[in-house]
């Protein structure tokens, strides 16, 4: 079983519509997580970061953690076309070993 | 304030050579992350180092691959005696604490 599950899409919405972003992971351990944006070629780039369970909102993003179902999120709400990119969820349990999800591809149509 | 650099970006090696990739923090921050990335794949992480320190190695193939973090100058990913099958995107990312971290552009190596 993999440490973090997350669907490859690809997922594409119109332009507005509000996206939601989600991984599973196994480990309970995990405390840190994060949510990063890649555009192809580039690298990852930093969007979100929350400790242990709740909502942290900033802008247009809001990241969920449920860590009573091993769960995350990434809500974007009034999406755009440079949304479009790949999305990835990470976690580590102490800062040492982070742990990505393959990453959910995303467009986003004017 | 200049991001992680990482160089070069693209670099080519014949079978049975030696890779260097280079990774200069941000200004500040004294972790270093080395992670090798396939295509279709996430992100693996390889090695963890502090200045002068490695941390956690435990994602890095015991054989051929090593790195460093000199107390000067920028972080170091080898690889000696490349195969077919090192082919791949090299990031590494910094951070100023242990759970925030900032990539790099990174560095495509190709075996021929």
């Known amino acids: 079983q993999k440490e973090v599950e997350q669907d490859p899409g690809p997922l594409s919405v119109p332009e507005g519509a509000i996206v939601s972003l989600n991984c599973t992971y196994s480990n309970s351990a995990f405390q840190y997580f994060m949510w990063y944006r890649q555009y192809s070629r580039k690298g990852p780039e930093l969007l979100m970061y929350?400790?242990?369970?709740g909502n942290k909102e900033d802008g247009r993003f809001t990241a969920q953690v449920d860590k009573s179902s091993k769960y995350i999120s990434l809500f974007i709400r009034d999406s755009q076309p440079s949304d479009s990119a790949t999305y990835l969820c990470a976690m580590t349990l102490n800062g040492n070993q982070f742990y990505f999800g393959t990453g959910t591809s995303l467009t986003v149509i004017p | 304030n200049a991001g992680v650099m990482q160089n070069p970006r693209h670099l080519v090696r014949r079978r049975g050579q030696e890779a260097r990739l280079r990774c200069s923090p941000m200004k500040g921050h004294s972790h270093v992350y080395w992670y090798r990335q396939l295509p279709e794949e996430g992100l693996k992480f390889m090695v963890y180092l502090q200045k002068e320190n490695i941390i956690d190695e435990s994602g890095m193939p015991k054989e051929r691959f090593s790195a460093e973090f000199p107390k000067e100058g920028p972080s170091i990913l080898r690889i000696q005696q490349v195969v077919r099958g090192d082919s791949a995107a090299y990031f590494c990312?910094?951070?100023?604490?242990?759970?925030?971290?900032?990539f790099g552009p990174g560095t495509r190596l190709t075996v021929t």
């Open positions: 929350t400790y242990s369970s």
């Open positions: 990312a910094s951070s100023p604490s242990e759970y925030e971290q900032y």
